[in-house]
């Protein structure tokens, strides 16, 4: 069978099995899927790391988002200490409850062994659930190893935007599972274009059964913005929520484990959470995003901030239009 044939099949899959979706497990209202090999179950709704400037100044109110979120069964908390200084408040934010989430941290510093230790303290646990690097240095990546073999990592992963570059990694190191910008409009797997749509990556963890975890599963915020400009951010059955069907098309893809957008705020998350209520998109959803798609292609990067212009040149085109134009 053709490597697109199956990504199809397995999307028609996914969508056949109802409520549970391909590879789901439900938890009260929350759907989880396993990491790859490690075990791990990580709900399908994960929560991001990226903070307003709001919430970095009220962190009674960011901790109440994280509250509700662990009530509602998200278990996957993404934290990210550089620039965002993240770790003290979450870490009071997740007290008392370490036994029901899974902790993603990312290493950024040249020799790890430190950063990793200090985030065992801060969070005052005895192991940290998921450690990502952003390459492959030597002084990097080996200490997250030995600190797995040490039972203080469970699981190693690795970050990177570009297939060729997943690819060389995944070559190098036997990674757990990998973070890669995951979304409706500047990839989709299986599609042909110029730009990153991870075909051979899926393949390639799928047969290793690695692990995968989506982020920037709705572009950006800018992607946000442009959808609210062009009235497409409704909430009824004639104008589709545009967030709810960007983390729907990802939840339709059996290879990843959780999506993880940013959240900043009550209303944010809860209409996050109403995805998995209905996990499956309609073909209103699935139109609603065709435009969308076309809209960011017709501005030529414009809608995006110059730190963000990057993601409309690495784009694959207009692939989610050629996969899903209704008639």
Known sequence: MQRRTFLQKAATGAAL????????????GMLYRTLGR??????????????????????????????????????LFD????????????????????????????????????????????????????????????????????????????????????????LKQLDEYDFDYIMVPYNFHHNFAGSSGDGTSYEKVMWKVKERNIGILAMKPMGSPSMIELARKNNLMGNNRDIPSIPKAMLRYIY????????????????????????IEKPLMDDNERLALVKLSRYAFETKSSY??????????????????QKHVIV
């Not at 339709?252 to 995805?275: G, K, L, Q, T, W």
């Not at 901030?305 to 239009?321: D, I, M, Q, S, T």
């Open 79 to 166: 934290i990210y200490e550089h620039t965002y200084g993240q770790f003290k408040p979450m870490a009071g934010s997740l007290s008392g409850k370490r036994k029901d989430v899974i902790i993603s941290l990312v290493s950024v510093e040249k020799d790890s062994r430190k950063e990793i230790e200090g985030a065992l303290k801060n969070f005052n646990t005895d192991y940290i659930d998921l450690y990502r690097a952003v390459n492959t240095i030597p002084e990097r990546i080996d200490p997250l190893f030995e600190l797995k073999e040490q039972g203080k990592i469970r699981a190693v992963g690795i970050v990177a935007h570009y297939e060729e570059i997943l």
């Open 304 to 321: 995006l901030p110059k730190h963000y212009k990057w993601l409309e040149r690495w784009a694959v085109g207009n692939a989610f239009e």
């Open 252 to 275: 339709e893809n059996p290879f990843i484990a959780s999506a993880i957008p940013a959240m900043n705020s009550i209303d944010e998350f809860e209409e996050n959470f109403e995805s």
């Open 38 to 75: 490690t075990g791990i179950e990580v709900s399908l709704l994960g929560f991001g790391s990226h903070l307003t400037k709001f919430n970095r100044e009220n962190p009674e109110k960011r901790n109440r988002q994280i509250q509700l979120s662990i009530e509602k069964g998200v278990n």
């Open 17 to 28: 099995t109802g409520f549970g979706l391909l590879g789901c497990s439900q938890k009260g």
